[in-house]
């Protein structure tokens, strides 16, 4: 058995349907990424261990007033992200993010 945090599974859900209506936001995985964390960050978290828990707060995402919290703060998430983006150019790879993740800083020679 396992234990997970079921509101990052609505996050993600939630902002894949937000993300294929608007195009205005970035879609690469260091965008997504971040404006997953600062959505968690600001939602409480709903921890479940077996499939009859996780069943029971899949019942409990679908009242309205917590929908419209997850997408609240995904919103001004992505409001951030666009403002502060952390990746180098928009057109950016995703094979190009893992590179530049996982290498170190070059520094310059005077």
Do not use: W
Not at 12 to 39: G, H, P, V, W
Request: glycine share 0%; net charge positive.
């Amino acid at each position: 058995m396992e234990y997970r945090n079921y509101m990052e599974e609505l996050v993600m859900e939630t902002l894949d349907q937000i993300l294929a209506y608007s195009k205005k936001y970035c879609n690469c995985e260091r965008c997504r990424l971040d404006t997953i964390s600062l959505a968690l960050n600001n939602l409480p978290p709903m921890y479940c261990v077996s499939d009859v828990g996780r069943a029971y707060k899949k019942l409990k995402a679908v009242e309205i007033q917590f929908k419209t919290d997850i997408v609240s703060e995904i919103a001004k998430a992505l409001k951030i992200v666009k403002k502060y983006p952390r990746h180098k150019k928009k057109t950016q790879t995703l094979k190009a993010t893992r590179q530049h993740h996982t290498s170190s800083p070059k520094r310059k020679k005077n």
